[in-house]
């Protein structure tokens, strides 16, 4: 009894070491040698069934099926210790014919010709989707060319209509053409501002009222002044471009006036018969067409133009200019 007692675990303990020994034979090896033999299974009976490897042809004669071969009976791999058999097909299954393959084929080319065309006219269509957005769109203002239209310099020039305004009935004043020449810095986007620098010819016919025994013809005299300008403007652009090279401007400020020189007249006028600073309000409308500018301004004097007499200038500006 006692014999059987130290024997048995000596018994145990063997049989379950030679059972750690053997191999594990997991899902996936089973399922991969599953996979082999349906391999070999169907390389033997394309094989046996005599299908050419070279293109189709056009002969008809090609396209009758081939009479069905049995599939020979083939040995099926023994099982390991342990591991299942692999399954077995029912029923064996019939060689595919040539006709069969050629059709398949066949129907394999249209669907391919088939795709290649949907795929070009989808290609054509983006195509054409792109080139009419891209022409209806206007490109993009770089930032080179963003900061260069944000801040653009300017010149012009052009003839004005100048005359003074007074309330003495002793003399009266009328227009007549003079001329302005300048340039500006103009800066912002809808809204902006403006400061320029400008030498403007003011010419004016006076006459006097009171002399009696006299013709008008013999009191009168053309006043000629010079002065140098400094409008200072903000304005406001209703319409423009995204560039801002081309819009509609709305602007209105102040200038300073100050006088050069009063050229020789019959009433004697001198430099010191004038304020040597006047100061006017304007307001102008301006377009601008690409680099081109074209502006018309409205000058009107706050401060007499003459030291002893009431006159203000009411001016009237022109000017064709060229900006950067």
Same mark, same amino acid.
Request: charged share 15%; proline share 4%.
């Given at each position: 009894m006692n014999r059987f007692f130290l024997i048995a675990p000596f018994v145990l303990?063997? $049989?379950l070491s030679a059972q750690a020994q053997q191999p594990v034979q997991s899902p996936v090896i089973e399922r991969t040698e599953s996979i082999l033999y349906e391999k070999r299974i169907t390389e033997k009976r394309v094989s046996n069934s005599g299908i050419p490897s070279s293109p189709l042809s056009g002969n008809p004669a090609s396209m009758v099926p081939e009479p069905v071969?049995?599939?020979?009976?083939?040995?099926v791999p023994s099982a390991r210790p342990g591991q299942p058999a692999a399954p077995q097909p029912a029923f064996p299954e019939p060689p595919a014919s040539q006709s069969e393959i050629r059709?398949?084929?066949?129907?394999m080319e249209a669907q391919g010709h088939?795709?290649?065309?949907? $795929?070009?006219e989808i290609f054509r269509q983006k195509q054409a989707a792109t080139a009419s957005t891209e022409g209806q769109r206007e490109p993009a203002a770089s930032p080179a060319t963003f900061k260069r239209d944000n801040v653009s310099v300017g010149v012009y020039m052009g003839p004005n209509l100048s005359t003074y305004s007074t309330d003495q009935d002793s003399l009266g004043s009328r227009a007549r053409v003079g001329y302005q020449l300048g340039l500006y810095v103009r800066g912002g986007g809808r809204l902006f501002g403006q400061l320029g620098a400008e030498y403007v010819g003011i010419s004016s016919k006076r006459y006097s009222?009171?002399?009696?025994?006299?013709?008008?013809? $013999? +009191?009168?005299?053309?006043?000629?002044?010079?002065?140098i300008q400094v409008p200072l403007q903000i304005g406001y652009r209703p319409l423009m471009t995204r560039s801002k090279r081309t819009g509609i401007r709305i602007q209105a400020g102040a200038e300073l006036s100050y006088l050069l020189k009063a050229d020789k007249n019959d009433f004697k006028l001198t430099d010191a018969d004038?304020?040597?600073?006047?100061?006017?309000?304007?307001?102008? +409308?301006?377009?601008d067409l690409g680099p081109i500018t074209l502006d018309v301004a409205y000058h009107h004097g706050i401060r007499d133009a003459y030291r002893v007499e009431n006159a203000k200038l009411r001016m009237v500006s022109a000017s064709l200019g060229f900006k950067f």
């Open positions: 303990v063997t $049989q071969v049995a599939e020979p009976s083939s040995p059709l398949l084929r066949m129907l088939k795709i290649d065309s949907i $795929q070009q009222k009171d002399d009696k025994g006299a013709s008008l013809n $013999q +009191l009168n005299s053309t006043i000629n002044t010079h002065y004038y304020n040597q600073t006047v100061i006017n309000l304007l307001g102008g +409308l301006g377009v």
